[in-house]
Nanobody, 123 residues
Framework: QVQLVESGGGLVQAGGSLRLSCAAS????????MGWFRQAPGKEREFVGA????????WYADFAKGRFTISRDNAKNTGYLQMNSLKPKDTAVYYC????????????????WGQGTQVTVSS
C-alpha cells in the first residue's frame, strides 16, 4: 500500500503561482511513478503530468507545458507540482497518484490516489 496526501492548494489570483506537494508513505515510493490529475466541477478527471520513478523523465498535458513543472524528492518521499501563470480555468481539485515504475496518462492505470487539494484561481 502507498498512502498519498496532497497539500498546498488554495486561492490565488490569475497569473500567480502555487506549489502542490504529495507526501507518500507505505511501500517504497521511489519505485512508483507519480502522476498529477485534476478535476473541475462537472468535468472528468484529466491528466496534468507525470514523472518517472527515477525522476529522469516527465511528461505533461498540452495545457501544462511551459507553465507546470513536476518534480520529486525520493529521499523525502514527496512529489511536487509547481504551477505558474495560473488561469481561472486551472481551477479544480488536484490529485496525485502512484503507479508502479512507469507513469501513464490514463487514470485507470494508477494504483493509489490522494484525497485531492482544491486550487481556485480568481480573475
Amino acid at each position: 500500500q502507498v498512502q498519498l496526501v496532497e497539500s498546498g492548494g488554495g486561492l490565488v489570483q490569475a497569473g500567480g503561482s502555487l506549489r502542490l506537494s504529495c507526501a507518500a508513505s507505505g511501500r517504497t515510493f521511489s519505485r512508483y511513478a507519480m502522476g498529477w490529475f485534476r478535476q473541475a466541477p462537472g468535468k472528468e478527471r484529466e491528466f496534468v503530468g507525470a514523472i518517472r520513478w527515477s525522476g529522469g523523465s516527465t511528461w505533461y498535458a498540452d495545457f501544462a507545458k511551459g507553465r507546470f513543472t513536476i518534480s520529486r524528492d525520493n529521499a523525502k518521499n514527496t512529489g511536487y507540482l509547481q504551477m505558474n501563470s495560473l488561469k481561472p480555468k486551472d481551477t479544480a481539485v488536484y490529485y496525485c497518484a502512484a503507479r508502479y515504475y512507469s507513469g501513464s496518462r490514463d487514470t485507470t492505470e494508477y494504483d493509489y490516489w490522494g484525497q485531492g487539494t482544491q486550487v481556485t484561481v480568481s480573475s
